[in-house]
């Protein structure tokens, strides 16, 4: 019933695109819906690389079958365990089951522990090979991108690399699998806030990853999330390089702040103006209580600015500013040009939070930093407008 869709002669996309789940992980908005990529390997031998969210399970076999007919499935390549990728593995040995299962000693491990599953396995090691026929499939252990399991897989006979989350990105796949099929422009900035929220403390074994993936010949890439890569190889492999080194992807500055009574609100318009007015052209300015978390934290990763703003709260930061901090201390997020302000009704403390804060991240910072008591006044005003020159001098 389906039409197949080839990515080579004997590589087939078997994927399913989830327009219907409000939030990933049920945390991060999916205004694009997002797709999860599961490919078939047909040789003399049948393997399935990943299968897809439990809730896509029927539709996913049925694609299977109508790449494969009645021949039976060999191997399940296990490169994640995280249930958007195998929560179909007992669907899937129901339908066929002999299939053998195929991962490293920690995705078995997990197959057993989510699914109840230990029989019919097959345990690779880093740089094993599995033979299907023609095609070699040679497999990478990628730990902590992002879970301890990951691995990749390459297929040394026609150089796809099935590379897990790495390169993957939020986003359905809008009737196209492959990059040079379709408008690509819409995904870059998902791409970015998939890597923020999901991968973004992992950049040390990110690094490590991109490290012994670097003399993998491959040329085109099967992630499981998004399209299929293989006119933007470098482009895509130059943003995961420089994300995980925690640098910036454009230039300017994005201003956060929180404000209860509007005081710190005209205080965050002030820095923007300031920083207007010395020639940044790209200020992105997000209210913590509009703005979704998972698009600040995009645009924290995306550009080398980073400026806050909080109101004093019970003798802390406003709330969600302090869960924004939270965040990025997580992450380790690195090599940013800080600037930040605030305000208070009768005890300033979010300021002193603030400071302490930058200190702790160990990133450049302005020195110093605008507080108001109760409304906005015109020298905390000229200060605010200052923050933002001074901030513009900084990057440049
Ligand atoms: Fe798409 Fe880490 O799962």
Known sequence: ??????????????????????????????????????????????????????????????????????????????????????????????????????????????????????????????????????????????PMVHWPETMMTFDRTDRVLFSGDAFGCFGALNGAVLDEDMNVAPYWDEMVRYYANIVGKYGAPVQKALQKMSSVPFEIICSTHGPVWKAHIPQVAAMYDKMSRYEHLEDGVVLVYGSMYGNTARMAEAVAQGLAASG?????????????ASDILRDVFKYKGLVIGSPTYSNELYPAIDSLVRKLELRGVKNKVFGYFGSFTWAGAAVKRLAAFAEGMQWQTADFAPEEKQGLKADTYQACLRLGERMAELLK
């Open 1 to 142: 019933m389906f039409q197949n869709q080839q990515i080579t002669k004997d590589i087939f996309y078997v994927g399913v695109n989830d327009r219907q789940k409000h939030k990933f992980e049920n945390m991060l908005p999916l205004p694009f819906g997002v797709s999860y990529n599961s490919y078939l390997v047909v040789d003399e031998k049948i393997a399935l690389v990943d299968t897809v969210d439990t809730c896509y399970g029927d539709e996913f076999i049925d694609k299977v079958k109508s790449v494969i007919g009645e021949r039976p499935l060999d191997y399940l390549i296990i490169n994640h365990m995280e249930p958007d990728h195998s929560g179909s593995i007992r669907l899937l040995r129901q339908y066929f089951p002999n299939v053998t299962l195929v991962g490293n000693a920690k995705t078995l491990s997990m197959v057993e522990g989510y699914y109840g599953l230990c029989d019919n396995t097959l345990e690779v090691k880093d740089g094993e090979v599995l033979t299907l026929g023609r095609h070699e499939l040679e497999f990478y252990l990628t």
């Open 280 to 292: 940044v052209k790209n200020v992105v300015v997000h209210n913590v209580s509009k703005s979704d």
